[in-house]
């Protein structure tokens, strides 16, 4: 127990060991950077072991002396003693305040009377002592991060400063003054509650195998504890990594990141990878929720991925940042995740003014259960860009999005006969295909973002016009504002039954924007009907379509949208 901590020579006993600190004068900056001290020298009489610390192994005159070893970063600390031929234990952990530890672990140790002694008296507390290999202390050193945590989590700052210091250790060895730097502050009240060391001193039971059915419930109640205090401390880096995105406007959602990350995970666990994955995964959504939180931001928009894509574009031109963005690898899973809550917007293209409807998009509409509130147009320029300066008659492979290759078809078919097309998810997905012989067909902006080099510019047909029309859908509400309506619907097989829909239309006179059939899917000849009416369709309106339609399902009421706010 700390007896005096304000003094110049203070002392406490711990389970009849009495330390003693030597110092001069008051506590002084200097003398506080002793105490993170790293041997104990034995006298003769062992219950008097007096700590003399230095930042610097070199400072301490050890002739004639036996040494207790307790510095963490021992490949460093046992090389010294070695060399000096001086008679060592070297132990861990530091048994600092911390010495209601039950355990301890015996790295190296000499042949000498007063060591042998001083272990027996570590064993007459009843002190485990465990001989462990190099190997193995390297791995305790990282279970000790970890509980050092837990000491975190019970706002111990002086341990919360070593903890971080521990995690990092393989950085820091060698630099212990710098480590000195970051602790000593937090050692500025002296003030060590001596509970913490006794829960401490509970947890080192976690590297202990229980035995019954209690201490395995208390364990499994401190590894929960141990677990809570890093993900608490994730979250805190997570934050940090919010603010950095902000500066560079950067999205939160950073898939391939969170894909990376769970590959290396899995490749670690021999538990069911499908239940990990899914531990992190969600891990992994508490820190993007606690980064939107933080940036102001209350909704996400899917569009198409990577970053560069034209959905990317518009989304950009749309909300005025990336930070909000979640970039999908497919329009399908966009109009999934919004279906499904996982985003509050989707952008989804919808056509095009020289290859006409994106029908992967079109499909899955009506397949599945959201809302179009409203459409956004982008003019479109595509380059065709390469890893390096290449001559056209180089090129051997074309890679891009089927919509991409379509509009600039001219231009391949004139200068790009002999290459070989290979579709992408998206344009700027292109960008993980290419080699040293490919080009790809993308923005310019994408091509600036990944570093590629742009061979020819404006390479589409249509060099002024080319237009995509974008949807931007959210959950069903219901909600019927706007301009325009966008439906699907099914009729009998018999003559003029379309007819007879589109008369509904033409009696209201309410003009078509858009007519697409669509397989039905069910017999060969089966279809379904798209068309955009250039009119909000009310009640009156529905129930005459219910007359004529064999069913129709309306996919939204929309006007064309300027901005998207995501900070509602
Ligand atoms: O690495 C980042 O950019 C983070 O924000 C961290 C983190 C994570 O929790 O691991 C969170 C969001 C990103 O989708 C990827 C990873």
Excluded at 37 to 48: A, H, K, M
Excluded at 146 to 161: I, N, T
Excluded at 423 to 445: F, G, K, P, Q, W
Excluded at 520 to 539: H, I, N, Q, S, W
Aim: proline share 3%.
């Amino acid at each position: 127990m700390l007896k005096d901590s304000k003094k110049q020579n203070f002392q406490w006993r711990l389970r009849g060991l009495k330390v003693h600190i030597r110092g001069k004068g008051p506590l002084t900056e200097s003398l506080k950077k002793e105490l993170i001290g790293t041997v104990w020298e034995l006298t003769d009489s062992i219950l008097q072991a007096e700590l003399v610390v230095s930042e610097d192994l070199l400072d301490v005159d050890l002739s004639g002396k036996a040494v207790v070893d307790l510095y963490p970063f021992k490949d460093k600390s046992v090389a010294f003693y070695r060399e000096r031929s001086v008679p060592f234990v070297s132990i861990f952990p530091v048994f600092y305040k911390e010495f209601a530890f039950s355990e301890f672990y015996v790295l190296e140790k000499s042949e000498d009377e007063r060591i042998t002694t001083f272990l027996d008296f570590l064993k007459n507390l009843g002190i485990i002592l465990k001989d462990v290999s190099w190997g193995e202390y390297k791995e305790i050193l990282e279970k000790y991060s970890v509980l050092l945590f837990l000491a975190r989590a019970l706002k111990d700052s002086f341990l919360m400063g070593y903890a971080s210091h521990l995690l990092n250790w393989r950085e820091e060895t060698g630099n212990f003054l710098a480590l000195a730097e970051k602790v000593i502050p937090r050692l500025k009240d002296n003030d060590f509650p001596v509970e913490h060391s006794e829960l401490i001193g509970e947890f080192s039971k976690l590297f202990r195998p229980p035995v019954s059915l209690n201490e395995m419930r208390h364990k499994i109640r401190l590894i929960d504890f141990v677990t809570l205090g890093l993900i608490d401390e994730r979250m805190k880096v997570a934050k940090r990594i919010a603010e950095e995105k902000k500066k560079t406007d950067s999205p939160v959602d950073l898939r391939e990141v969170e894909e990376q990350k769970v590959k290396e995970i899995l490749d670690r666990t021999s538990l069911n990878p499908v239940r990990v994955r899914r531990v992190f995964e969600e891990i992994m959504k508490l820190a993007k929720e606690e980064e939107y939180r933080l940036l102001g931001i209350s909704k996400t928009v899917a569009v198409l991925g990577p970053m560069g894509s034209f959905s990317d574009e518009m989304a950009l031109k749309l909300i005025g940042s990336r930070i909000p963005i979640k970039y999908c690898a497919s329009t399908d899973e966009i109009i999934r995740m919004v279906e499904k809550g996982e985003a509050d917007y989707g952008i989804v293209p919808i056509e095009n003014s020289t290859h006409g409807t994106v029908i992967p998009v079109l499909d899955a509409l009506l397949n599945h259960e959201v809302e179009v509130f409203g459409e956004a147009k982008l003019e479109v320029h595509h380059c065709l860009v390469a890893k390096r300066r290449l001559d056209l008659k180089e090129i051997k492979r074309i890679y891009s999005h089927p919509q991409a290759i379509s509009q600039s078809l001219g231009f391949i078919n004139a200068y790009l006969p002999h290459a070989e097309i290979r579709y992408t998810t998206s344009t700027s997905d292109a960008v993980n295909l290419l080699d040293d012989e490919s080009a790809a067909i993308m923005s310019e902006n994408a091509a600036r973002m990944y570093g590629l080099f742009i061979l020819r510019k404006s390479i589409q047909d249509l060099k002024e016009k080319n237009i995509t029309r974008f949807y931007i859908i959210r959950r069903k509400t219901g909600k019927m504002e706007g301009k325009y309506t966008s439906l699907f619907f099914g009729v009998q097989d018999k003559p003029g039954a379309l007819k007879a829909v589109l008369d509904v239309f033409a009696n209201k006179g309410m003009n078509l924007r858009k007519l697409e059939s669509r397989p039905a899917r069910t017999f060969l000849g089966d279809y379904v009907f798209f068309v955009e009416v250039e009119a909000p369709l009310g009640k009156e309106d529905l129930k005459d379509l219910e007359k004529v339609t064999a069913f129709y399902k309306i996919i939204g009421v929309f006007d064309e949208i300027e901005e998207l706010d995501v900070f509602e």
